[in-house]
């Protein structure tokens, strides 16, 4: 196997039939097998918590990927996220290809000149690094209870992204170069009113003021000019002369928003070098985010937002016949990570060959995640009908439950039906023993069509959920959409999973 890998990742090799689409990766009967074409189009893996999900078909599918040589981004909300997939590394030969991102390595991704500096004819454009800040401030949003559909609410972004473009493009212009500190000084240091420009004191300590004189000096192509004459305009301009309520929301938004990232271990990991990066996925490494959630809190969910981003847009510029191997994006516990931008992620990534997978306990999961309004359901069904290959465990949630049943669908069925109705005057003569002729009792039988669920909703709670009870089987419906399974000649298939036999060596 580990022979096989280290051939494979050579450069040398072009060997595009080694990931071929109908090759199988996972037999889910002896004629139904998970194909990578299957992967490529996402995967969902909703189950309780103890339903077995992460222990069955969550390893199952990863171990699966991982022997078939894919790179992948692994995000984690559990602190035993980062050795579990050391564990499965180790189990699948990976073990060489495993790179653990946190403070306690020397793995740092400087994310902004890494947008700044790439290959590509989009290197390094505005809105491209401006967007990275959005991301980052959807997060915000959701966690301190934002985004609650105010009527400004609207304008509030819109300002908060010209104050980001600006300042990106002064740094830019002045220093060739783009870092979290210099943009926070630079916002916090632009004048606050016309009169600020005639102090001397102001203009020796501005650092606003310091990049637009250097960028006036520096030799620019007539685009530059152009977009240095927006930027001068904005902070000599229209900045200072906005209401000081104005200025003072639109700049604390900024500085709340890049403040995670301007200090302590976030500082460290992203604001200084760079020494892996999205496109090492593609050429076979595991990244591993190890910044978990339950235990970082915002700053980890901050930090893998980032990654992710990073990691899709990165993903979806590569050139396949250049770059052919398939990567994964796996996220447990994934409502911690969504964004609006999955939805659009998730509807052309598989020409980018990235194989999402997805794990929750239910369908509101995201719908909370993603806003809980309507617009939230509208954007978790969108998501969620673009992963074609959906896991479904024991659950308790009545509302997933109804979800998976209505997604499974309904069809024709027939009922019995009878009825036989006895006279009560025969009864009476009969039962005195006396046998005159009476009228006779009357019976019926039939059959009704009716559309019924295929799969009622409570079946979703029988199944089993592994552990010493069920000897180690964890139950699942599978199910693919336009696709119909051979061993149940249907769109779903029940399926079986063998937990991993404990391991005496391990503290789990």
């Known amino acids: 196997m580990r022979l096989w890998f280290r051939n494979a990742r050579s450069p040398h090799v072009a060997n595009r039939r ?37 222990s069955g078909s969550g390893r199952t599918l990863a171990l699966a990927m991982l022997r078939a040589g894919f790179g992948g981004l692994v995000l984690t909300a559990k602190p035993d996220e980062a050795r579990l997939w050391a564990d499965y590394c180790r189990e699948a030969g990976r073990s060489a290809d495993l790179v653990t991102f946190n403070a306690q390595n020397e793995f740092r991704f400087n994310f902004l000149d890494h947008e700044l500096q790439r290959a590509g004819s989009g290197a390094g454009l505005t809105e491209n690094l401006v967007n990275l800040f959005a991301t980052v401030l959807e997060v915000a949003d959701r966690n301190t209870g934002g985004g609650s559909g105010r009527e400004d609410e609207g304008y509030w972004k819109r300002a908060n992204r010209q104050l980001c473009r600006n300042a990106v493009d002064a740094l830019v212009l002045a220093k060739g170069r783009l870092t979290i500190p210099d943009l926070y000084r630079l916002v916090v240091s632009a004048p606050t009113s016309p009169e600020q420009f005639k102090s001397p004191e102001w203009k020796e300590r501005s650092f606003c003021l310091h990049c637009l004189a250097e960028a006036d000096k520096r030799p620019k192509s007539l685009a530059q000019q152009a977009d240095f004459e927006l930027v001068a305009d904005y902070f000599m301009l229209e900045f200072p002369q906005l209401s000081d309520k104005t200025r003072s929301v639109i700049v604390s938004t900024f500085t709340s928003m890049v403040d995670v990232l301007n200090r302590g271990v976030l500082r460290e990991l992203f604001c200084t070098s760079t020494n892996v990066q999205p496109e090492d996925a593609a050429q076979g490494r595991i990244l591993v985010i190890d910044l978990p959630v339950k235990e970082f809190a915002e700053v980890g969910q901050f930090a893998q937002v980032l990654w992710k981003y990073a990691f899709q847009r990165t993903l979806e510029r590569r050139s396949i016949a250049d770059s052919p191997r398939p990567v994964f994006l796996w996220a447990d516990e994934a409502q911690h990570f969504v964004t609006s931008y999955d939805m659009q992620f998730q509807t052309t990534c598989r020409a980018a060959r990235v194989a999402t997978v997805l794990l929750s306990q239910n369908y509101s999961n995201f719908v909370a995640a993603l806003g809980g309004s309507e617009k939230g359901r509208a954007e978790t069904d969108s998501l969620l009908a673009n992963l074609n290959t959906k896991l479904l465990h024991a659950n308790g949630d009545p509302v997933t439950n109804e979800w998976a049943a209505q997604l499974i669908g309904r069809s024709r069925q027939f009922l019995a039906n009878s009825s036989s109705n006895q006279n009560p005057e025969s009864l009476a003569m009969t039962s005195v023993g006396l046998h005159w002729p009476m009228p006779a009792s009357s019976s019926s039988a039939g059959f009704s069509e009716t559309y019924e669920y295929e799969l009622q909703p409570r079946e979703f709670s029988l199944l089993r959920t592994g552990g010493p009870a069920n000897c180690g089987i964890v139950d699942a419906v599978l199910f693919q959409s336009g696709r119909i399974f051979q061993a149940s000649g249907r769109t779903w298939l029940p399926v079986a999973f063998q937990q991993a036999a404990p391991n005496r060596h391990s503290k789990r």
């Not at 139904?32 to 103890?50: H, K």
């Open 18 to 54: 080694l990931w071929d689409l109908e090759q199988s990766l996972w037999q889910w009967t002896r004629r139904d097998a998970w194909t990578l074409r299957n992967a490529l189009e996402g995967t969902l893996i909703l189950g309780a918590t103890g339903s077995g999900k992460s």
